[in-house]
């Protein structure tokens, strides 16, 4: 996603989270208190993978109960912190960028994210960042890796899928 429609996407989010809170004069609702990552996530991501990590049926990978299966490996790991949007991210301090990477793995993974799983450090993050892929390396990448899991880690066949249920024809 380029700057501009990432930024589009993060004034609507904004907006739509807003909108209501003091619509004709009424009290404002309690206002959710956010982590440092979970605000990094909603204006970094959450705009194409949505507030609770799930994209679909938008042709965006799914995150909600499945990123986790990819902190299995260390291709997996790699892959993540090497995506585009990741290692270009606005977020140039590796730890808070961490910090995001953590949440969404581990909370929005949740069960996905093998037992004993250690989360990114900012070393890590910096290493990985340096290597961003390009173009369609991505889905190259990611249809390597995917296969990786299925078989050595157990991950379910629908990880092939950007999102469940999506047709196998754009699969990535």
């Known amino acids: 996603m380029n700057r501009g ?29 956010l982590t440092g990552a979970q605000s990094d996530y909603l204006e970094q991501c959450g705009g194409c993978h949505g507030l609770q990590g799930s994209s679909a049926p938008a042709p965006i990978p799914v995150l909600q109960g499945r ?3 990819f902190m299995c490996s260390a291709a997996g790991r790699r892959y993540l912190l090497r995506l585009p949007n990741i290692a270009h ?29 250690r989360p990114f450090t900012e070393a890590e993050v910096a290493a ?28 379910p066949l629908s990880l092939r899928q950007a999102y469940p249920g999506q047709s196998g024809s ?3």
């Open 5 to 33: 429609a990432a930024t589009a996407c993060a004034l609507a989010l904004a907006a739509f989270l807003t909108l209501g809170l003091s619509v004709a004069g009424r009290p404002r609702a309690a206002e959710p208190e």
């Open 67 to 69: 990123v986790g299966y």
């Open 89 to 117: 991210s606005r977020i140039e301090d590796n730890q808070r960028l961490a910090e995001m990477m953590n949440f969404v793995v581990f909370d929005l993974g949740g069960a996905s994210a093998p037992p004993n799983t």
């Open 128 to 155: 990985e960042r340096a290597k961003a892929m390009v173009g369609f390396e991505v889905f190259d990448t990611r249809k390597v890796v995917v296969a990786e899991l299925i078989r050595s880690c157990r991950a």
């Open 170 to 172: 754009k699969a990535n």
